[in-house]
């Protein structure tokens, strides 16, 4: 069977008071991502010809953030706050474009699979005029109840409405609605507000299809993908879900966790086959990992490349633009910025490496920076491939160190190094025999002195 057009109306105009936050709560984000982009990222996947969000009045940032997740989304207006339908209705003009199916999602319901969605598009392929995804509840107090007769869906009795025999079902709905697009939005100008609330239901839809005789069905999905948040709580209690997924994906997929609660992934993270991770290693936004590399534990990164068979840290920082080649090491203590380590380079102990190049099989001692900001601008620092960088250098940006060129150490280089010179930029040692008993005696002499004018 051909799978019809399908328009996606994501609502999105939850304040999220309870989560005392100036920052709309779709805004709030579950692996680095906010939640809303999470589902207009699966309206995408799963075919959503056409996306529309609706948000509340005064929202403009969370406008600007929703077009720049999706600039294919058309954003619209609810003024006012009277419900789901309502919130729908606001869409009117994308319902008013043919679509043969169309599907309501909500921006606060970021764990959703694209295979659940796949099995309601496929309901509604099937000859459903509506189809509803449900779940199981653990704890159902608070949910809307669904009314089944059957395979027949034949009402959604939200709990304050609900009698005490349907608040004992435990088969509840997840908000998630699929409809055949020519349905609506007259189907939607019928609904009321006839309950506790006063507000149009968009799940009042159900009951009036069912008794015309319309064909609504409803789709069991596992209970964690419809978590909603509303508090804080909730929003860890999605974090966690997504780290436990992300883990599971990463070791089917072929890396190895040492300690699997320990890691947390990013939205975005790319691992390659045969990667280690060590233990409490948290993965940024923007990070790739190629085969058979290592990250060691406590490790960060962000914004970066770790190429094939490299290593990091333990207790290594990679900021945005690092990139670290074939081979490479990167050690404890570490932080690197827009920085290339090329093949078989080495910056092992102590150091931050930022807006440079450090050549092919190159050595960057224990203590050196990369001094690339003047106060005002960022300079660039270039590091040949076979130099020796000596412990404890300061490198002062811009400047270059040519191929197999040796710092020594405890340098402060301010201008260029040829290839294979050395550079030697520091005071001369002077000796003084016998000096340290005499400087001994006099700093005791101070000490005493001022203990004694102290106890007066």
Request: hydrophobic letters at 45%.
């Amino acid at each position: 069977m051909t799978t019809q057009s399908c328009l996606v109306i994501v609502l999105a105009a939850g304040e999220g008071t309870r989560m005392k936050s100036a920052v709309p709560k779709v805004l709030h984000e579950v692996g680095n991502r906010p939640m809303v982009a999470h589902v207009l990222e699966l309206a995408r996947e799963i075919g959503g010809d056409r996306r529309a969000a609706v948000i509340g009045p005064d929202a403009t940032a969370l406008g600007a953030a929703i077009g720049a997740a999706d600039p294919e989304v058309t954003v619209y207006l609810q003024n006012d706050r009277l419900g789901t339908a309502h919130a729908v209705l606001a869409a009117r003009e994308a319902l008013s474009a043919p679509a043969g199916h169309v599907l309501v999602l909500y921006g606060d319901t970021p764990l959703m699979t694209a295979a659940t969605l796949t099995r309601l598009r496929a309901a509604l392929d099937d000859g459903a005029d509506i189809a509803v995804l449900g779940f199981e509840a653990e704890d159902p107090t608070g949910y809307g109840r669904l009314i089944v007769d059957g395979e027949r869906l034949l009402a959604i009795r939200e709990h304050k409405d609900a009698s005490d025999a349907e608040r004992a079902i435990k088969f509840c709905n997840s908000g998630v609605l699929g409809f055949r697009g020519t349905l609506l939005p007259d189907l939607l100008d019928r609904i009321g507000n006839d309950n506790a609330k006063n507000e149009y239901y968009l799940t009042d839809a159900v009951a009036l299809v069912a008794g015309e005789g319309g064909r609504v069905v409803a789709i069991a999905g596992d209970e964690e993908e419809f978590l909603g948040v509303n508090t804080r709580a909730d929003l860890a209690r999605a974090e966690a879900v997504f780290q436990a997924r992300r883990r599971a994906a990463a070791m089917a997929g072929g890396a190895t966790l040492a300690a699997p609660d320990t890691v947390f992934f990013s939205h975005d993270t790319v691992l390659g086959r045969d990667v280690v991770i060590g233990q409490n290693v948290v993965f940024g936004p923007g990070v790739t990992v190629d085969d058979g590399a290592v990250i060691k534990p406590f490790s960060h990164l962000e914004g970066c490349r770790v190429r094939a068979r490299a290593a990091i840290g333990p207790y290594a920082r990679l900021r945005t633009g690092a990139d670290i080649g074939d081979g490479a090491r990167i050690g404890n203590f570490v932080e690197l910025k827009n920085a290339s380590v090329e093949t078989g380079a080495k910056v092992n102990h102590l150091a931050y490496v930022g807006d440079a190049r450090v050549g092919a099989n190159a050595n960057v001692g224990a203590g050196t920076i990369t001094c690339n900001y003047d106060g005002f601008l960022k300079h660039h620092t270039d590091i040949g491939a076979g130099a020796f960088i000596g412990s404890n250098s300061a490198l002062v940006a811009p400047v270059r160190i040519g191929d197999n060129a040796i710092v020594a150490a405890g340098s402060v280089i301010v201008t260029d190094v040829p290839g294979e010179a050395l550079a030697v930029a520091r005071c001369r040692q002077n000796t003084i025999d016998g000096r340290a008993d005499d400087i001994r005696r006099l700093k005791q002499a101070e000490k005493t002195a001022r203990a004694s004018t102290e106890k007066k």
